[in-house]
């Protein structure tokens, strides 16, 4: 009738039988958590997306099998053996001689112009390529237990030998060096640990203190602590170089923590432990070839012809094979594995452009909150939309993004290796395939060798991991993590 009592509209029935987003995903909403409010001159808003209307169901995780892992020993053995064919390839590049063709002038009797070698350099670089094995051997005796008194006595003698007798090598070495070259030549010697040192402590020296300043501290207090400056520098500084003779042996553990705070807790400890590893992976990987290709090509007499091009793509090619040979050593299939179980129960937040989804519900993002796929929510004016299905990252966090697009799928980072060590090898083939000069095909030869095996396990670890992951979950494989 024109003049009787309307019904509720369509509009207001729908918002009338939307649940509230405290049923939906759980979690206190006493905070202003709740659905964002509309003045009631305002269009209604449409029905929400199914994913909001259910509640996240906990993380599956795979189970991955135990793959056999080189012990810390084997490792480092093979990494100087393959850096020590290396040198002897870089060596080759640099002193050849056509000692077959009979008209050479002067007459070459060997294949390498020995006499033109500074022997002392090569000494330098053999014992500096050894720092990490050495430091290895005396950490594995360290590590053993010893039965008796006598046995006892045995590995403190024999570190203490093992160590004097690799710091009287470098120091015969570099006082010959300072008697034969010159000063700039020298500089040269300990540029990586020059550079790269102070570097670092300044960055976690600069970054302690914008933590200070965040949480409150005032100049006076921040001028006290300077006084400690120097002593903090020194630990840095030793922090440091304990670093890079040593693995990180603490590896820290995933126990799907049920709350977010300890979710994004958990993220923090892993993502500085992965960060730590690709500073020591990167730091490594440069000195390894820093000493290895560039070094001798620094001490070259300047009446000493070399091929350029040869010398600086064995350079690039040694770092990037110490690159994968120590990701995926310090990177493991069961770390990558626990990377990706955080990831999962992390997610990631969408950022949407100012205007879309103006017709879908919004809520404001809490902290205590596990959010479902698809919702929609405000952070610092900014909105955003959940893409995974289990959501408790921080929107505005940049970091929390990075991780979980590295790391929400278990394989990026091994078929990255892969797919780098594959093109290395290609590439090497390609270029032995159109050698011309005998040291290039015994180069090639032989740091070729080194790929393969390298290659050979990465790829027997993707074919399991991939069957491993391609597995349908089961219930009861809930949270379980991997024996």
């Not at 991955?64 to 100087?80: A, V």
């Not at 030549?185 to 933590?211: A, D, I, K, M, S």
């Not at 980072?413 to 797919?419: E, Y």
């Not at 032989?446 to 290659?455: A, K, P, S, T």
Request: proline letters at 6%; a positive charge.
């Amino acid at each position: 009738m024109p003049g009787g009592r309307r019904g509720p509209s369509r509009q207001q029935l729908s918002r009338s039988a939307l649940p509230s987003l405290q049923t939906l995903v759980g979690g206190g909403l006493s905070n202003g958590t709740g659905p964002r409010s509309r003045s009631s001159n305002s269009v209604g808003l449409s029905a929400p997306p199914l994913t909001t209307l259910i509640t996240p169901e906990p993380v599956r995780h795979s189970r991955i099998p135990d793959l056999p892992l080189d012990s810390s020993l084997l490792f480092e053995f093979l990494l100087f053996l393959y850096l020590l064919v290396a040198l002897f390839v870089q060596y080759i590049n640099i002193y050849r001689t056509v000692w077959w063709y009979p008209h050479s002038h002067p007459a070459a009797s060997t294949s390498l112009n020995f006499y033109l070698m500074d022997y002392h350099l090569a000494i330098f670089i053999t014992v500096m390529l050894a720092r990490r094995l050495v430091w290895t051997i005396v950490s594995e005796a360290s590590q053993t237990s010893p039965s008796s008194l006598v046995q006892y006595v045995f590995l403190i003698v024999a570190r203490l030998s093992l160590l004097t007798l690799c710091g009287w090598v470098l120091c015969w070495t570099l006082v010959n060096l300072f008697k034969t070259h010159s000063v700039l030549n020298l500089l040269f010697l300990g540029y990586p640990f020059g550079v790269y040192v102070p570097l670092c402590c300044f960055h976690q020296e600069g970054r302690t203190q914008q933590t200070q300043t965040d949480c409150g501290f005032s100049e006076q207090d921040g001028a006290d602590s300077s006084l400690l400056r120097p002593k903090d520098f020194l630990a840095l500084l030793r922090e440091n170089l304990r670093e890079q003779f040593s693995s990180p042996t603490h590896v820290p553990a995933h126990t799907c923590p049920p709350s977010p705070e300890l979710i994004r807790s958990e993220v923090e400890e892993l993502k500085s432990d992965f960060n730590r590893r690709i500073k020591e992976v990167l730091f490594n990987s440069l000195f390894s070839a820093y000493y290895v290709a560039f070094l001798p090509l620094c001490f070259v007499q300047n009446t000493q012809y070399y091929d350029m091009r040869w010398s600086c793509e064995h350079l690039i090619m040694v770092w990037i094979n110490a690159f994968v040979m120590l990701m995926s050593q310090l990177l493991p299939p069961s770390y990558c594995d626990l990377l990706h179980r955080s990831a999962a129960h992390l997610g990631r937040w969408q950022r949407l452009e100012h205007g879309s989804y103006s017709n879908a519900p919004q809520h404001v993002w809490s902290e205590s909150t596990i959010w479902p796929q698809g919702v929609l929510v405000r952070h610092s004016r900014c909105l955003y939309k959940a893409v995974g299905p289990y959501n408790v990252a921080l929107p505005s966090d940049v970091s929390h993004a990075r991780f979980y697009f590295l790391f929400h799928k278990p394989l990026r980072i091994l078929n990255l290796l892969i797919g780098i060590e594959s093109s290395v090898v290609l590439y090497q083939l390609y270029s032995l395939l159109r050698s011309q000069r005998w040291n290039h095909t015994l180069s090639l030869g032989l740091i070729l060798f080194c790929n393969y095996y390298v290659l050979f396990k990465l790829l027997r670890d993707r074919i399991v991991l991939g069957k491993a992951y391609s597995y349908p979950l089961s219930g009861n494989s809930l949270g379980l993590k991997s024996q």
